[in-house]
């Protein structure tokens, strides 16, 4: 994907509209986090200021020296122990809401892509909406946690030490100022040069992790053919592309880190050179001018985190624009925000005048100008050559994708107007591709639902229960990554099953009926004609599994060439006949 360049005006809003967004929830967090701040710095700077006095009776000295002396030290050191109690606080105040924010970001970003139809999660691997929803959401927690609490704290410490070294001598503190704006302002032009290297390092990240997912899904292929080398060579050449940037990201933190850093160790030069006279004069005390220096070396610290702040805020910024980019985008629901209710009977379903091309190639269509009438409660039977727009056809009943308005009718009603979430409720759905979740038989048979004992009877329909038997836990079984623990065959009576238990008003079967033996084929059809009233469409290569059906229709590069009941198709001259001759011939 190619990811357009954002000025930094559009990314601070990005940012603040982040905060305004998923602050205030947390507001009593980043409340008490800003008043432990401002506690820890307080202290933190009024330290020197005693230790200033302490050096200035020192240097006095007089009778009550020891004294006065033991009670500066005194009070250091409960401010000490102060700083350290109130600096915890102040982390696990910020840090706190960070946490908070990533699980509900995530949780919010799983949800907007779960609602997602189908031509986003096509555009969008699997492996690069993972690095999004985990790399990137890491960033965000750093943003709202790390990142808070450095903005806070940076800006309390400038305003709180700067303050005080004004009371002590307010040209000092100018003069001492004048090499941290130099340090910023120049590092101004290394930032934007840090946000194209993070964007171009968080893309070649899921680049790389959307590599090894698939690598690891088909690790059983990539075995079969002894390509380890190859997979392994492609990941070398995606993960030096990472590193090479993520060094070159590294090299601009050098950059940064020591500027940040001389500004504050020539801050102790200016000082010496402007205050030492100044002390010599009497114009400031000894021990003014080493609260001075103790004040300075106090901003050193949140001079130097400044370069680390830099870098989280650029993180941040450019994950954002990663998850805006898939998170901001309305699901293709042509539907809302008035959709007509699903019939709750077996449909009847309408085509009309139907030609539909992918996004992807919008010139080149792969269905043309298909009509066609499934009265509710018939089976309605598809064949065709690979390519022929089988499964793209089942694709614009089911609604996976979007078909053009005014094209397929449900009951009479645009399919396009049907409420998405009722429509797909009332369907049962076996895909050509069986996918099983890495967890039991059961759960991926039941999908979460209760099981009210129709379980065990589409496991007997879909012969499941002999091979449930020989599992060594039964339907308990853990199945593995994609269902790997199971057979081709297994996976895909499983993927039956699953259709079979839902109640259903329009059953969909594409092309899974070649996985199973003519016996299980005989069974499943059978169950079918005998369960529920359902409207019915099989797609399917065996004209075994569609010969009972009410309408059979042919499809070749898109377009209906025949139409009939399986009688009347063996009767006519055409692909339909030659492929019954052909299947009858191997039967026999």
Known sequence: HSFPTRRSSDLLNAVFKF??????????????????????????????????RAIDVIKVGGDNVQADVSFYAGVIAAMGVGIIVVRTLSRVAFFTPGRLVEAEVKRNLFAKLLRQQLPFHQTYPAGDLISRSSSDVGYVRLLAGFGAFGIVNTGIALVMAIAQMTEINAFLAAVTMVPVVLALLSVRVFIKRMFRLVHKMQKELAQLSDHVLSTYQGIA??????????????????NRDYLRTSEQRADMRAIIG?????????NVFVLLYFGGPMAIRNEISVGELVAFIALTGFLAGPIRGASFLLSVFKQAEAALQRIDEVADPLPERPDLPNPVAVPTSCPELRVEHLTFAYPDAPDVPVLHDIQLVVPPGTTLGIMGATGSGKTTLVRMLTRLFNPPAGTVFVDGIDIRSLDLDGW????????????????????????????????EQVLTTTTMDVDIAALPQGTETLVGEAGVMLSGGQRQRTALARGLVRDHTLLVLDDVLSAVDHKTEHQLIAAMRSGGPSTSIIVTNRISAIQHADQIIMLEDGAIVQRGDHASLVLEEGLYRDIWERQSDSAA
């Not at 020591?258 to 020539?266: D, E, G, R």
Request: with cysteine; hydrophobic share 45%.
């Open 19 to 52: 905060y305004r967004t998923h602050g205030p929830p947390h507001w009593r967090w980043y409340l008490a986090g800003v008043v432990t701040l401002l506690c820890t710095n307080f202290l933190s700077v009024r330290i020197p200021v005693y230790l200033g």
């Open 221 to 238: 292929t990539v075995k079969s053919f002894a390509a380890e080398e190859a997979f392994a060579e492609r990941f070398d050449v995606t």
């Open 258 to 266: 020591p500027i940040l850093a001389f500004a504050a160790t020539l």
């Open 424 to 455: 797909r409720q009332s369907l049962a759905v076996v895909p050509q591709r069986a996918f099983l979740f890495s967890e039991s038989v059961r759960d991926n048979i039941l999908l979460g639902a209760p099981d009210d004992g129709r379980l």
